[in-house]
């Protein structure tokens, strides 16, 4: 991006040099250096690209001048410093909210397009059209490739695609995988690079404390087949005690700078009740409820409804929770929403209406992606049928 100054051409390089790698790895084996041989490999298209190019001579002068022998690339500040730049170039004001956030993933993250329109609950074609518009608008605007001085108006931006990246990892949309633990690893690695770069912002640190403890369950999460654990039946001595030690440090940092009152911070505060908590019987649900409640009049999603309607359910019981849950099967966003399905059939269950329960099961098994979310609600709606909750 930085060589040719246009996504659409750099995303088309880096699409040729990967070819060339299988081609060429293929009969002549791997490299020591993988990622330098990429990234030379790289700098010769553009070079070629630029030639054939008449109107853009200038600039392959310029590319050409600076040609090196070899690229090296090591895993240091620099290219720490580059990811977040072209993080934080996708989440440029000139574009929406909601282009940021559908860019970076697609770009950054390498989702497809299916994967972004269901982390957004929106329909393809829209996502498709939104990142197209997006990459038209800063190369209209020339934005440039670069970490910014004024960082704060796109860092909100940033926080929202880290999240949007882990939690695609955590659960993903679709695919064989219940759990992408590469996902998970690269927002957690984005996360402390934008915490260091912004030491004081009690909301990427929120960010950062809710990422640590929400992976420190992945191991647990999933059976050796792949099938999902629910949190009730997870073995909590599977749980990494060091990324719970460093969430909870982190929210006590929060405490000191006196931030604890935004979206992000509140998020790490409800998944810290379940990281104190031994056994999920002694889940402080009246206290996650009281912070799902903060959290909904801040910032107010469906997502955040639905989600405190399971906190209301164990901590009041079922009925409570299904007054919360009811409104939601009204908006359009979560039409198609298998998890509003799962949680409703759960919910029935457990207050004894089975038949309501193995539905809403099977509606969420028809809606989801996932191979193995498939599955588990297919069992769910199994169980139902035998009347057992």
Known sequence: ??????????????????????????????????????????????????????????????????????????????????LLGLIFMACHPIL???ARSALTLKLVCGLSTEDVARAFLTPVPTIAQRIVRAKKTLAAAKVRFELPDDRKPRTDAVREVIYLVFNEGYAATSGDRWIRGDLCAEALRLGRMLAALTPNDTETLGLLALIEIQ?????????????????????????????????????DRIEQLGGTTGPYALQAAIASCHARAARYEDTDWERMTALYDGLARISPSPVVELNRA????????????????????????????????????????????????????????????????????????????????
């Open 96 to 98: 929406s909210p909601d």
């Open 310 to 389: 399971v906190a209301t359910a164990r901590a009041f019981g079922p009925a409570a929770g299904l007054e919360v849950l009811e409104p939601l099967f009204a908006l359009p966003s979560l039409a198609q929403y298998h998890l509003l399905n799962a949680v409703a059939g759960d919910l029935h269950c457990r207050h004894g209406d089975h038949a309501t329960a193995r539905e809403h099961f099977l509606t969420a098994a028809a809606r989801t992606q996932n191979a193995a979310d498939r599955s588990t609600m297919q069992r769910r709606a199994s169980e139902c049928a035998a009347g057992h909750s």
């Open 1 to 82: 991006m930085r060589l040719v100054g246009d996504l659409d051409t750099a995303e088309e390089l880096a699409q040729d040099v990967f070819v060339s790698a299988i081609e060429k790895w293929r009969s002549e084996g791997v490299p020591d250096n993988p990622a330098a041989w990429l990234n030379t490999t790289a700098k010769f298209l553009a070079i070629d690209r630029l030639r054939r190019r008449d109107v853009q001579r200038g600039k392959y002068r310029l590319v050409a001048a600076s040609e090196p022998e070899t690229y090296e690339v090591s895993e240091d500040q620099t290219l720490a410093d580059d």
């Open 215 to 251: 992976a420190s369950r992945l191991r647990a999460r999933e059976t050796p087949d792949g099938e999902p654990i629910m949190l009730d039946d997870q073995d909590r001595t599977r749980w990494d005690r060091l990324l719970i030690r460093r969430g909870l440090a982190t929210l």
